[in-house]
């Protein structure tokens, strides 16, 4: 059992209030599960759009989860750092699950999350001819990925960042290994499919957000691994995604990258503890 961090008694108190109302449980619970919208909530609960969006407000404010915008939608989840994170995924740990209420409530999850792998797989078979034609032009992606899990396979891998995450396969790939995985893409429709893929996946510690290459919302030294597969060859500035991805790293961790030339080269740099790193080029050639 993680231990909880001090919290003062005011806070505590504060905390115990914020979950301590039925639906605002459920709602932890359901966040346990999944990353989900004021919408998705409102589908699953029965309740209006106004009461739920008052019910997350004083979650938020109480920091037991933590909300992030994609596109015109706002995703909630867990908080993740704090001692009042640590407590609320305690508390969703201790339910019941077989409680009758909260098994509706994942019934009704199931029925949220079978119509997001449905519009996700619209736009990738929409897509597909020219996925098809781009992954041609790469090799075999069975190849690089027994290169990438052989180059990290000695690296200790709690938190993974991956940078442009596309459909999630780097997060499906590496979800087994470890405790913690963030995926970063612009495109909206990506993140559906990847979202998609880690639900199927059963990848509840795995989670993928909108965000900027460039300008990570992110503390310092949080990651141990991170991952820009298949990305630089698209960016104006390709050296600034990489000093971005360093910064994020913690000292002693691994940052693997790839760029699609008519020779593949992918990278494995190791930051150093003074800031500097290591890097070691990994070629493949096409056909």
């Not at 790469?138 to 200790?156: K, M, N, T």
Request: include cysteine.
């Amino acid at each position: 059992m993680p231990t909880v961090a001090h919290l003062s008694f005011e806070t505590l108190n504060g905390t115990l209030k914020a979950a301590g109302e039925a639906t605002r449980l459920r709602i932890l619970a359901l966040l346990g599960e999944a990353e989900l919208t004021v919408s998705d909530l409102t589908a699953i609960l029965r309740q209006s759009q106004p009461r739920i969006s008052r019910h997350l407000r004083l979650l938020a404010e109480a920091g037991l989860v933590e909300r992030f915008r994609e596109g015109s939608w706002a995703f909630f989840r867990l908080a993740e750092r704090g001692g009042a994170a640590t407590l609320a995924r305690e508390l969703v740990s201790r339910l019941d699950p077989d409680d009758a209420t909260l098994g509706r409530d994942r019934e009704r999850l199931f029925a949220v999350r079978t119509q997001r792998a449905e519009a996700a797989q619209v736009y990738f078979g929409r897509h597909a001819a020219q996925w098809d034609r781009i992954r041609k032009l790469h090799v075999a992606d069975e190849a690089v990925e027994e290169a990438i899990s052989a180059a990290l396979a000695d690296v200790p891998m709690r938190a993974l960042l991956d940078l442009g995450t596309g459909t999630g396969r780097m997060l499906e790939l590496f979800g087994p290994r470890i405790e913690q995985g963030l995926g970063l893409d612009l495109s909206l429709d990506m993140l559906a499919v990847a979202r998609a893929r880690l639900d199927r996946a059963g990848l509840r510690h795995c989670s993928v957000r909108q965000g900027d290459i460039y300008d990570l919302a992110l503390p310092r030294d949080s990651f141990d691994v991170v991952i820009v597969h298949q990305v630089l060859h698209f960016l104006d500035d390709g050296a600034r995604a990489i000093h971005e991805a360093a910064r994020v790293l913690r000292p002693g961790a691994a940052c693997w990258w790839s760029i699609s030339l008519p020779t593949i080269w992918n990278f494995c740099a190791t930051s150093t503890p003074t800031g500097g790193s290591a890097s070691r080029p990994i070629p493949w050639r096409n056909g």
